[in-house]
């Protein structure tokens, strides 16, 4: 199924998508999409999301608000062509694949 899902929503599929959510995607899928490469996401407790780059040693990175992230993570998943299985699966990616802080 992970397959299916990272062809179905590679960057490359969406010629107005941000390198910054590229990069997003590319983490909650295992795949590289830009570089750097996000490795690590976290949620602070004021819901702010860090990012970690491969080659840095923290978080160091703001994305922005988590409402803002979800928001426009299953935008990307609306338009994506999911079936409701490989919907689930994404939206269980973005709750386990963020580390709260």
């Known amino acids: 199924m992970i397959d299916t899902i990272r062809k179905k929503l590679n960057p490359d599929r969406f010629p107005n998508m941000s390198g910054m959510m590229a990069a997003i995607v ?13 490795v690590e996401l976290c949620v602070t407790i004021d819901n702010c999301v860090l990012a970690r780059v491969a080659g840095d040693c923290g978080c160091n ?11 426009n993570w299953r ?11 490989e919907m689930v699966h994404c939206i269980d990616l973005l709750q386990t694949k963020m580390q709260r802080v």
């Open 26 to 38: 590319g983490y909650f899928l295992d795949e590289s999409y830009t570089e750097p490469e996000i």
């Open 61 to 71: 990175q703001f994305i922005g608000a988590y409402t803002d992230l979800e928001r």
């Open 75 to 85: 935008n990307l998943l609306s338009v994506g062509g999911l079936t409701p299985e």
